[in-house]
């Protein structure tokens, strides 16, 4: 069925980097557009940034402006996130997720990944 | 603090019909649609609602959502045990060029 799993997370000291990925399957991973999207412990949810099907065009939260970067590589139907700069306020579960047709509704979502950033 | 503001909790007796509010603003409900998602404890979010009032393929239609002005509601008729989760609206924001969420109203069944 169609699926989205995480991978990448862990601990890590303030100020480093952590790259996490999402693998795709089931589904035409090039026509959509992807998100990562991020929980705090114990906190709602937050978008954390947006990239088109064919990576063209990128979006992010401001509080992530500079430091994170997505990516895709559409030949291995994976998602990227390069988290550098990391603070602990980045602590989070995050997840990767579809967009259904580019209207940022989220149709599919993967099971999390969670990053702990702390010395 | 959310851009989008949710009530913290809401509650309501098996059977019954409960409803949850979303209010925003121009740039984000006022000017696109708004989706809804449901967290079940420990799990990942699922899509309830899309374009303010489309339910996807599998969601009871005993979810419903609708969108007026700056302000949008979800609810849930004929409320069951399973229904008890976490509840996020959202909407894209074109002053923010992004998508901001709701703080989440944690639905308990009594």
């Known amino acids: ?119 | 603090q959310s851009v989008l503001t949710q009530p913290p909790s809401a509650s309501g007796t098996p059977g019954q019909r409960v409803t949850i509010s979303c209010s925003g603003s121009s740039s984000n409900i006022g000017s696109n649609t708004v989706k809804w998602y449901q967290q079940l404890p420990g799990t990942a979010p699922k899509l309830l609602i899309y374009s303010s009032n489309q339910r996807p393929s599998g969601v009871p239609d005993r979810f419903s959502g609708s969108k007026s002005g700056t302000s949008a509601s979800l609810a849930i008729s004929g409320l069951q045990s399973e229904d008890e989760a976490d509840y996020y609206c959202a909407a894209r924001d074109d002053s923010l060029n992004g998508l901001v969420f709701g703080g989440g109203t944690k639905l308990t069944v009594l």
């Open chain 1, 1 to 119: 069925q169609v699926q989205l799993v995480e991978s990448g997370g862990g601990v890590v000291q303030p100020g480093r980097s952590l790259r996490l990925s999402c693998a795709a399957s089931e589904f035409t991973f090039s026509s959509y557009g992807m998100h990562w999207v991020r929980q705090a412990p114990g906190k709602g949810l937050e978008w954390v940034a947006l990239i088109w099907s064919d990576g063209s065009n990128k979006y992010y939260t401001d509080s992530v402006k500079g430091r994170f970067t997505i990516s895709r590589d559409n030949s291995k139907n994976t998602l990227y996130l390069q988290m550098n700069s990391l603070r602990a306020e980045d602590t989070a579960v995050y997840y990767c997720a579809k967009d259904q047709y580019g209207d940022y509704a989220m149709d599919v979502w993967g099971q999390g990944t969670t990053v702990t950033v702390s010395s």
